[in-house]
């Protein structure tokens, strides 16, 4: 019909016409009892989890006397020796976990992660397990470059025999490394280099030293009903401040689910909720969800993403590379479209100006 537009259209223009980064929003529970930082839940988790267990230790670069190029080992060199080479200490029962100061630099490992980390429990015919970590920081930062921009959920999310995490919050960075350590396969641990300075509230559950997250459980972040939005990493903060938009201007009433876990993908959870709003807008996957929900959808998935360009240097481009929130709508025309509560939604042309 001319001059229809669709729900989640207006929410995938909401999501990727952004003109400034803002800051990730942040969920308060009445249950957090203070607030912890992205790096210090990374710290402590690795931190506890080599007390507990001798056999894990740290791998990477400048992660001893500099302590980590974002400063995630600070102190680490202090309390226990670093050991061992790698993959090979893995298969000999070790847990190492390997610091890449960018994940771009694991290009130059790739074999190893694939062929020899990856494949193994596979190709001994289950009789090897290969219990390692590789984390640090994954796409794009702020004036870093191309070569330091490149996001590699996609790339490992697609390899057999690989486990890929990707946090958001501070309890998050902490369940998921401490579960990632303590599971026998192989983890790509993903971080996003924007949230280690932003601070999240945590549970008392979660400052616990037995704490973990189950690997391959999504977390519905806001519930809602009128369409279905995902994200992972620094994206879901995005998503919520979004959401927010939408409910308080348009009446939308928007789920947002925080995937946490690229493989395994939570299809479960992503699933339920779609067959319950209809509507999809996802960051970065939603592949899944057309084959498994497809009957469900009244319209079109609509995928937000980077510009399918070499990240750019400046500042000002770099905004424009990637998903912003947007500031500004600039009202069209309003177009009558019936939501299922019966409210009408406006139809709006929306500008970008850069800043």
Known sequence: ???????????????????????????????ATKDMTVRDALNSALDEEMAADPNVFIM????????????ISKGLLDKLDLTGIGVGSAY??????????????????????????????????????????????????????AQHSQCYSAWYGSVPG????????SEDARGLLKAAIRDPDP????????????????STEALDSSFCLPIGKAKVERKGKDVTITAFSKMVGYALKAAEILEKEEGINAEVINLRSIRPLDRETINASVRKTKRLVTVEEGASV??????????????????????????NLERSAFPQLKEYLCPWQQQGVELKNGNTMKKYRFLQIQL
Not at 100 to 126: E, V
């Open 1 to 31: 019909m001319q001059g229809f537009i669709s729900q989640q259209v207006v929410v995938a223009k909401t999501l990727s016409m952004m003109l400034r980064p803002m800051a990730a929003t942040m969920r308060r529970f009445s249950y």
């Open 187 to 202: 983890v790509v641990f993903l971080e996003n280099e924007l949230l280690y300075d932003e601070s999240f509230p945590v």
């Open 290 to 315: 057309v084959e498994d929900s497809y009957g469900y959808l009244v319209a079109g998935v609509e995928r937000i993403a980077g510009a399918d360009v070499p990240t750019p240097y400046a500042a």
């Open 162 to 169: 690989l486990k890929v995490l990707v946090p958001y919050s």
């Open 60 to 71: 990477g670069e400048e992660v001893g006397e500099y302590q980590g190029a974002y400063k």
């Open 92 to 145: 000999h029962g070790l847990r190492p976990v390997i610091e890449f100061m960018t994940f771009n630099f694991s290009m130059q490992a790739i074999d190893h992660i694939i062929n020899s980390a990856a494949k193994l429990n596979y190709m001994s015919a289950g009789q090897i397990n290969v219990p390692i970590v590789f984390r640090g920081p994954n796409g794009a930062a702020a004036g870093v470059g």
